[in-house]
């Protein structure tokens, strides 16, 4: 069956590559392993979307593939000494992809949007931070936080914070207009999607590429034939049991960077059994992360005890790894479950790296008595039937700009992510992240952010296992292009070598 689908999406691609190869210019092409849900940036949730948003929108500061923070829609930013006041200056002259020129009133709107709870954007709580906001003049926003934030620039970084048009705020969804160096031409759920060139960009001379044309191919297996056949130019997210062997073609080049991506079991906080911290730590105790690593992600990852890598200078080296089946066992009866229970665990279909997890964990928890079966659901029905609802689950998420961004919406009780997902309340946790908000002093941060990793071990709302590396593969004739450890792709720069 899988050879079948191989063979069906390879025909595919050439059937639709004839197509491309007839249009002019330099055309990319690209597969992304799931259709986008969404195309209004504020309620993007999924990696897909996050490549979408990044090629037609622009956000106020942008990421560099070094990870240095500079200015995207700002030409340049000031904040007050209290660092609760933050003046951003727009560069003058942009244009959204209908028309209209970028003023201060967009970016307002776009913050209002997002904390709008109709939005039920994933970002609502940065959003949250803000007092007021104020077009100082047509190119000039000021934002005046509850609380001071060192980090309110970097902030803007993140994928959903993109700028959109105020004068289009009912078409946001069916006929996006961003101010990026691609223009969406076409959008067929399941199918494909296709950008072409913005004309008028902001910055001379990008983007080089005319065109790109992405097409969804869940099926890892077809997305690696089709770039070995020469079919597509560039497959994002490659699968890691692919490395090896693409490594030995010749023609394709494999690009890997090591981020703070990570992936983990969800335990709702509010459902039984998980309701109650002992069962929490009695899982965490179970399971051998190095182990996990190796099995899930062939070795491209490392442990860690929360989103913060082991790369990161705040990452508390002295917590250590456990393994502990006595200890687990003690806490479980100790719960009220000496014989152990019985519990599903949620994995996508599709996702590999997620089914090797639940299969990996399935083995490392009947060590204590643990039950996990397995229920495999499609990943275009997660949302809706798993994602913060279910009690056990395997799940993963994408690197942040900042620390902050990081840890604050996953583990603070008011956070945007952890509301929707393990529902965690830990009070010494939420008074540790609203002092690393306010703190200035570096060694106060670094003391903070290793007191936080202390106390997400001893209450834990979840199984956070590893940081990934994140890889891409595409034709070598492609230049310009690095793969980018946030995750999305930067095409503005990329071309064919001739």
Known sequence: MKRILVFLSLLYLFVFGLQDSLLAGDTLRATLSTSLNQLFPAKATRGEEYVYDVLVFNGLTQIDEDLNITGDLAERWTSSADLKTWTFYLRKGVKFHHGKELTSEDVIKTFELIADPKTASRVASHAELIERMEAVDRYTVRFTLKMPYAGWADLMVERQLKIVPSDRTDKLSTEPSGTGPFMLKEFTPEDKMVLVKNQNYFIKGQPKLDRIVFRFMPESASRVAALEAGDIDLTWDL????????????????????????????????????????????????????????????????????????????????????????????????????????????????????????????????????????????????????????????????????????????????????????????????????????????????KLYRDFQRLVVENPPGIVMYVTNFVNAYNKKLKGFRTHPYLWLDLRNAYFEK
Do not use: C
Not at 321 to 350: H, S, W
Not at 359 to 375: P, R
Not at 433 to 446: C, F, I, Q, S, V
């Open 239 to 446: 699968p890691y049991e692919a490395i090896d062997k693409l490594k030995k073609n010749s023609n394709i080049v494999v690009d890997s960077v090591p981020t703070s991506s990570w992936e983990g079991f969800v335990l709702h906080n509010h459902q039984k059994p998980f309701d109650d911290v002992r069962v929490r730590r009695a899982l965490n105790l179970a399971v051998d992360k190095q182990k996990l690593v190796d099995i899930a992600v062939f070795g491209h990852g490392a442990p860690t005890h929360s989103p913060i890598s082991p790369r990161h200078s705040y990452f508390n080296k002295d917590i250590g790894f456990k393994t502990d089946i006595r200890e687990a066992k003690r806490l479980l009866a100790e719960a009220g479950y000496p014989k152990g229970f019985t519990i599903k665990l949620f994995v996508p279909i599709g996702r590999l790296v997620r089914e090797r997890n639940g299969v990996a964990i399935q083995q490392m928890l009947k060590a204590i008595d643990v039950n996990a079966e397995i229920q495999r659901v499609p990943y275009s029905n997660w949302a809706a039937t798993v994602s913060g609802k279910a009690p056990f689950y395997t799940d993963g998420y994408f690197t942040r700009p900042t620390v902050d961004t990081s840890t604050h919406p996953w583990y603070h009780s008011k956070g945007s992510w952890n509301t929707r997902m393990w529902s965690y309340t830990n009070p010494a946790v939420d008074d540790v992240l609203d002092k690393t908000r306010a703190t200035k002093d570096p060694a106060e941060m670094l």
